[in-house]
């Protein structure tokens, strides 16, 4: 089942048609997965080009392109590549044309996730582009809340936290506007509110929103998205500082509550460790998502699903 584009730089892209088909394939790498693996992309290699840090998005592509069978070479850190010698996004992704089949790229600037595909002969993912968008983790986040909720239409999700420069909320709420009867709570600090390119989306789609500074007001949702403050993108430390921990989501917050919590992770003390032991804490099922989902991406990229 291969997808009608080769690149994936941004959510917006997406058509729900897509989104059924990457979440149905993604299902049916979770009996590949309790297998141990296939070969189905024996003789294919990745490129996992990592330019800022990374624990999950990373290991979670090498090990969905091992799991099915493929290779990896990496490149990690700007300071141990070219780039950090003045090479050009575009040129390094030329050179990695010449060794790889297919292209997982992290890196700090907005937009470059999109100059890199411009460029590029073989699939390109976006692993995450600065503040701009990472839209293979707001595919395994829906796959999660169709899984945790049984359904994605008609869901309330209560996005927390950094919505100023958190990517992950930004590409999940273009992704959730192609479901039915959606309602977003966004709750931030004033100084990280959900940007204008994204709330204009929602004013364009008539998708119910309400923004709030109050953790509580969002708590009778369905889905409680947590995020972290991203200290990297604060050009004033003392800012990051007032603002880091000022949401702190608790066991007792939770009580008698049916709310889903996630968290694209990592988390620097916004979930509270005594919320881990909940049935409804689903943020390390989360995680155990992101290899099935980016199995089926790299399997239908390279037309093989
Ligand atoms: N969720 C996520 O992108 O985590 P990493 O920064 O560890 O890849």
């Known amino acids: 089942m291969p997808l009608p584009f080769q690149h994936l730089t941004s959510t917006k892209q997406l058509t729900r048609g897509d989104t059924d088909a990457i979440l149905r394939v993604a299902a049916e790498m979770e009996g590949v997965l309790k297998k141990g693996g296939s070969d189905l992309l024996h003789g294919k290699i990745l490129a996992s080009l990592f330019y800022e840090p990374s624990t999950r998005t990373r290991l979670s592509f090498e090990t969905a392109m091992q799991r099915l069978g493929g290779q990896v070479v990496t490149a990690d850190g700007l300071q141990f590549s070219s780039l950090y010698k003045g090479e050009s996004v575009e040129d390094t992704i030329k ?9 997982a790229m992290r890196h ?6 999109d100059r890199a595909a411009s460029v590029s002969a073989i699939p390109f993912i976006n692993a995450g582009d600065g503040p701009g968008q990472h839209p293979t983790q707001a595919l395994l986040d829906l796959y999660t809340i169709e899984k945790e909720r049984g359904k994605i239409d008609g869901i309330h999700i ?13 590409s999940l709420s273009f992704l959730l506007g192609l479901y039915k009867d959606i309602r977003f ?17 929602y004013k364009e789609k008539k998708i119910a929103y309400t923004e709030t500074e109050n953790l509580e007001d969002g708590l009778d949702a369905d889905v409680v998205y947590m995020t972290r403050v991203q200290k990297e993108r604060f050009e004033d430390a003392a800012q990051y500082e007032r603002l880091k921990l000022k949401y702190i989501l608790t066991a007792q ?18 979930i509270a460790l005594d919320v881990d032991p909940l049935p409804t804490a689903a943020y390390f099922r989360q995680v155990r998502n992101g290899v099935v989902l980016r199995m089926a991406l790299l399997a239908m990229l390279l037309k093989k699903a």
């Open 158 to 170: 209560t996005m927390v936290g950094d919505l100023k420069f958190g990517r992950t909320v930004h």
């Open 95 to 103: 050179v990695v044309n010449q060794y790889a089949d297919i292209i």
């Open 253 to 270: 917050q939770l009580k008698g509550r049916s709310v889903t919590v996630l968290h694209p992770l990592p988390r620097v003390g916004e």
């Open 108 to 113: 700090p600037e907005q937009g470059s996730a």
């Open 185 to 201: 709570t966004l709750v931030s600090p004033a100084e990280l509110t959900m940007p204008e390119k994204v709330t204009s989306f």
